[in-house]
């Protein structure tokens, strides 16, 4: 950030009055910038014992797979962030959304938000953003290719929860991926067999 949005004079960097950090402020009409993090919402759609994932047509990690979920947007709640991602990603439809996982990142500014969702009905087609999405069972859930730490300690705890017979809210934050553990955006290939897929 260099200019103010208000009346376009440079920008410095600086400590306010009264604050504990450096802001941008702008030194010719007093404007203090604040920057804040931004909040991914998402569902975990789920129909019958299957989980509906959407395998990413767009980078940050193009050909890898994901929950359907996105950057919400001026004037919405973070239900109705998530069912506009569901849909926007997987041309789905869910409902009976309960909050599940609230996960900060510091590291990237964001905080992702999960719910757990039911579709309404095992219609889905991937989105502009999508290559592929398909229901999964546990056992078919493609670790080694999910796309985002989020979405995989998300998956992870839910079906934990889930064989435990009792879900519970979950909120957690995630240090950077360093090493054997950051994604691979390799070797992405993977057959449809024995899962409802829909592709472009």
């Given at each position: 950030?260099?200019?103010?949005?208000?009346?376009?004079?440079?920008?410095?960097?600086?400590?306010?009055?009264?604050?504990?950090?450096?802001?941008?402020?702008?030194?010719?009409?007093?404007?203090?910038?604040?920057?804040?993090?931004?909040?991914?919402?998402?569902?975990?759609?789920?129909?019958?014992?299957?989980?509906?994932?959407?395998?990413?047509?767009?980078?940050?990690?193009?050909?890898?797979?994901?929950?359907?979920?996105?950057?919400?947007?001026?004037?919405?709640?973070?239900?109705?962030?998530?069912?506009?991602?569901?849909?926007?990603?997987?041309?789905?439809?869910?409902?009976?959304?309960?909050?599940?996982?609230?996960?900060?990142?510091?590291?990237?500014?964001?905080?992702h938000v999960f719910f757990r969702s039911r579709l309404i009905r095992p219609d889905f087609a991937p989105g502009v953003e999508s290559l592929e999405t398909a229901l999964f069972h546990e056992s078919?859930?493609?670790?080694?290719?999910?796309?985002?730490?989020?979405?995989?300690?998300?998956?992870?705890?839910?079906?934990?929860?889930?064989?435990?017979?009792?879900?519970?809210?979950?909120?957690?934050?995630?240090?950077?991926?360093?090493?054997?553990?950051k994604i691979r955006s390799t070797d992405t290939s993977r057959s449809g067999a024995g899962r409802n897929v829909a592709k472009t």
């Amino acid at each position: 950030m260099k200019f103010c949005s208000h009346c376009g004079a440079s920008l410095v960097v600086k400590i306010p009055p009264g604050e504990d950090r450096e802001r941008h402020v702008c030194d010719q009409c007093g404007t203090i910038h604040y920057q804040n993090p931004k909040i991914i919402a998402g569902c975990i759609p789920e129909w019958e014992d299957r989980i509906l994932l959407c395998r990413r047509a767009i980078e940050p990690r193009l050909g890898l797979w994901t929950l359907p979920a996105g950057f919400m947007e001026l004037g919405e709640t973070l239900e109705q962030a998530a069912t506009r991602e569901t849909l926007e990603e997987a041309c789905a439809e869910v409902d009976e959304l309960q909050l599940y996982t609230v996960l900060s990142l510091p590291h990237v500014d964001q905080v992702h938000v999960f719910f757990r969702s039911r579709l309404i009905r095992p219609d889905f087609a991937p989105g502009v953003e999508s290559l592929e999405t398909a229901l999964f069972h546990e056992s078919e859930i493609p670790w080694e290719e999910l796309a985002f730490s989020t979405v995989r300690k998300t998956l992870r705890d839910f079906f934990q929860d889930r064989r435990q017979g009792s879900f519970t809210v979950r909120v957690t934050h995630l240090p950077p991926a360093t090493g054997a553990a950051k994604i691979r955006s390799t070797d992405t290939s993977r057959s449809g067999a024995g899962r409802n897929v829909a592709k472009t």
